[in-house]
C-alpha cells in the first residue's frame, strides 16, 4: 500500500510539473477524512494471507470518482489509469500507465464500505468543513444554561429505483419456467446417467403459448388467466422432475439459489392466482434481484416503482440519508430519531421542521411541540374559516424551504445515479446509494472551497 503525499507538488509526474493547487480532485482529497476511518475499514480484513488489501482511501475515492464521474466500473478505471489527478486522489504517490486494480474490485469496494460507515464520514465530512459555524454558535449560547433552538430541518422520503424490466405476472412466470429449464439441462448433464432420461418440458410449446399472449396489445382478463394458469403447470411439472432428479448438490450454488427463488415465485403467484388477488406480502418482482420490493408511491406518471425507499434529511443546505429498506414503510415514523440526529449533529435541536402531510401525525406534533420546535403545515382537524395573511406567508415560506429537499432529490436522480441504481446485489446497491449522498455532500463542499479560493486570490490582486 503506497502512502499519500503530503502536498500535490510531491506527486511525481515523471519530471513534467506538478499537479495545481486549485485542481478539483486536489481540494476535494483535502475535504474528506480519510485517516479516521481507516481503522474501521481493516476490521474487514481478518485474515493475514493473499494478496496485499486495497487501501481505505483507494475504495473509497474510487467510488467518489465513479459516481462523480457518473462511469461504468470499467471506464471508471480507464479514467483513473488516465488522470494523474484521479491517481493523486487515491493516495498514490506518483503517475503510473497501469491500473491500480481491475474494475471487478469496485464489487468488493461496496461490501466493505457499508451504508453505516458511508453515513459516518459524509456527517464527519460536514461537520469538519461547518466548525467554525459551530464555535461561534457555542460562544453566542455559552452563557444559557441550555442552547435554544435554531436552524431548519427538512424531511422526506424518495424511492431509488434499481434498474429491471418492468414485471408483470405472465414475464415472471416465463422467466422462471426458463430457468427451471436450464437447472434441468444442467442437473441431467451432471448427472450422466444413461439409464435415467432427461424429463420432458415442452419448452417450445410454453414459449409458444407465452408469445401468443405477450405480442398481444390489450388482452382479456380472461386471456390472462389461462395462459397465466398454463405457466404455472409447466413450472410445477418442471418443479417435481427437478424434485425427482434427486442429486441437487450437484448444481451450481446460482442455480440453486435460483430455484429457491423459482419455488418461492410460484407459491406466490399460485397464491394469487388462485384468490384472484394482485398483491401479497413480500412480492418477488425480479428473479435475479430478489431482494427488490414494488414501493408504491402515489404520484402522478408513477404510482409504483421498484427498488430501496430511503428516508433522509436536509440540514444546513446539506442532505442526510438516515433510514434505507427494501421494503416499503411509513417515514413518519422516522421524525423522532431525526430530530435526535439533528440534536447529535448540531448541538441543539431545530426552530422548525418542514415536512410534509404525511408527516403531521398527532404524536409528532405533539412530540416537536413538548421540545419547542415548530412543525410546518396547518393545523390537524378543520381547517379555519379565514387565514390570516401572516398565516398564509408563514405557509408560503415553509413551502419554498421545503422544495430544497425535493431539489435534492431531483440533482441525486438527474445529475447522479440515484434515478436509476445499476448494481444488483442488496448490500451494495445500499452502499451505492449512501455514496450518492456522500458524493453531493462533497459537490456542495467544493463549490464553496471554489468561491473562497476565488475570494482569496481576487483580494491578492486587489493588493
Request: charged share 30%.
Amino acid at each position: 500500500m503506497t502512502r499519500a503525499p503530503k502536498a500535490p507538488s510531491n506527486f511525481d509526474l515523471n519530471g513534467q510539473g506538478q499537479l495545481s493547487e486549485d485542481n478539483r480532485w486536489v481540494i476535494m482529497e483535502k475535504l474528506i477524512p480519510w485517516s479516521e476511518f481507516e481503522v474501521e475499514y481493516a476490521k474487514n480484513f481478518t485474515s493475514s494471507t493473499g494478496a496485499p488489501a486495497k487501501s481505505f482511501r483507494m475504495a473509497l475515492g474510487a467510488l467518489i470518482i465513479k459516481e462523480r464521474l457518473g462511469t461504468s466500473d470499467a471506464e471508471t478505471v480507464e479514467q483513473i489509469r488516465e488522470n494523474p489527478y484521479l491517481q493523486y486522489f487515491l493516495g498514490l504517490s506518483g503517475y503510473s500507465n497501469e491500473a491500480p486494480f481491475d474494475s471487478s474490485m469496485f464489487v468488493y469496494f461496496r461490501q466493505r464500505i457499508g451504508v453505516s460507515l458511508v453515513n459516518k464520514i459524509n456527517e464527519k465530512m460536514v461537520k469538519n468543513q461547518t466548525e467554525v459555524q459551530g464555535e461561534e454558535v457555542e460562544k453566542k449560547s455559552s452563557d444559557l444554561s441550555e442552547p435554544k433552538n435554531q436552524g431548519k430541518l427538512i424531511l422526506d422520503a424518495t424511492c431509488a429505483p434499481a434498474d429491471i424490466k418492468y414485471p408483470t405476472d405472465l414475464g415472471l412466470l416465463n422467466q422462471a419456467r426458463e430457468h427451471t429449464e436450464k437447472i434441468i439441462d444442467a442437473l441431467h448433464n451432471q448427472i450422466q446417467s444413461p439409464v435415467k432420461k432427461k424429463p420432458r418440458t415442452y419448452r417450445n410449446r410454453a414459449r409458444k403459448e407465452y408469445l401468443t399472449l405477450a405480442k398481444k396489445r390489450k388482452p382479456r382478463q380472461k386471456e390472462r388467466r389461462k395462459a397465466i394458469k398454463k405457466q404455472l403447470q409447466y413450472i410445477q411439472r418442471n418443479l417435481t422432475n427437478i424434485e425427482g432428479m434427486g442429486e441437487l448438490q450437484l448444481l451450481s450454488k446460482s442455480h440453486y439459489k435460483m430455484l429457491l427463488v423459482v419455488a418461492e415465485v410460484y407459491r406466490q403467484q399460485l397464491s394469487m392466482y388462485e384468490k384472484k388477488e394482485h398483491s401479497i406480502p413480500d412480492r418477488i418482482v425480479s428473479l435475479k434481484q430478489p431482494h427488490i420490493r414494488p414501493i408504491v408511491r402515489g404520484k402522478a406518471g408513477k404510482s409504483v416503482e421498484f427498488g430501496a425507499k430511503l428516508s433522509a434529511s436536509c440540514r444546513n443546505g446539506y442532505v442526510f440519508l438516515d433510514r434505507i429498506s427494501w421494503d416499503n414503510f411509513n417515514e413518519s415514523g422516522d421524525l423522532k430519531i431525526q430530530v435526535e440526529a439533528f440534536k447529535r449533529f448540531t448541538g441543539f435541536y431545530p426552530e422548525s421542521i418542514h415536512v410534509d402531510r404525511i408527516y403531521r401525525t398527532q404524536e409528532n406534533r405533539a412530540s416537536c411541540k413538548e421540545l419547542g420546535i415548530r412543525m410546518s403545515g396547518v393545523r390537524l382537524g378543520r381547517p379555519p374559516k379565514n387565514l390570516s395573511k401572516s398565516m398564509k406567508k408563514q405557509a408560503q415560506s415553509d413551502e419554498r424551504i421545503r422544495n430544497l429537499i425535493e431539489g435534492k432529490f431531483g440533482e441525486a436522480k438527474r445529475r447522479f445515479s440515484l434515478g436509476r441504481v445499476m448494481t444488483k446485489l442488496d448490500n451494495t446497491s445500499e452502499t451505492s446509494i449512501a455514496i450518492t449522498f456522500l458524493v453531493m455532500n462533497l459537490s456542495a463542499l467544493l463549490r464553496q472551497a471554489f468561491w473562497l479560493f476565488f475570494g482569496l486570490f481576487h483580494n491578492k490582486n486587489l493588493f
